[in-house]
Every structure is written in structure tokens, then in C-alpha cells.
């Protein structure tokens, strides 16, 4: 089945700012068949607003990211990849 090949990766970064400027280097990066979706994930038990990650997340249908390549670009932001 197709759908089983089907994968999504989240790349977490530390504030929306990251976020937004790994989402541009994404669209230069990478043909990508929809935007990047960016999420704010607030951290559990954090009151604070500022204390919150943002998530870029990429749908990947056809397996055609490189995950090492993803990995690379959120580094550079202080970020990671998790793959969904």
C-alpha cells in the first residue's frame, strides 16, 4: 500500500523564528509537493508563552527526503528531526 510508505517529519526547533526561517530554506532545499506547516508546541506544565518549541512539519507521501538531510538543516537551527 502506498500509505504505509507515507511519512511525515517534524522538525522541532527551539522558537517560531528558527522555525519560519527552516521552513524558507525547506521550499530552497527541497521540492516539496505542499508548504511546510509551522506548529507551536507548548511545553508541558510551562505557563510562560516563551517557553515553547515550534514544529515544522514536512509531509514526505513518497519517501523522497533525504532524513539526513533534514536532520542537518534543523541542526544548523538548534533543532532536530522526529520522523512521524
Not at 508548504?35 to 513518497?62: F, I, K, N, T
Amino acid at each position: 500500500m502506498n500509505d504505509a510508505q507515507h511519512l511525515r517529519h517534524v522538525l522541532v526547533l527551539p522558537d517560531r523564528d528558527a522555525a519560519e526561517e527552516v521552513a524558507e530554506a525547506l521550499a530552497e532545499r527541497f521540492r516539496l509537493a505542499e508548504e511546510p506547516q509551522l506548529v507551536r508546541d507548548a511545553l508541558a506544565g510551562e505557563d510562560d508563552a516563551e517557553d515553547a518549541q515550534w514544529l515544522v512539519v514536512v509531509e514526505d507521501p513518497d519517501a523522497a527526503h533525504d532524513p539526513a538531510q533534514l536532520d542537518g538543516l534543523a541542526a544548523e537551527y538548534e533543532g532536530w528531526r522526529e520522523a512521524e
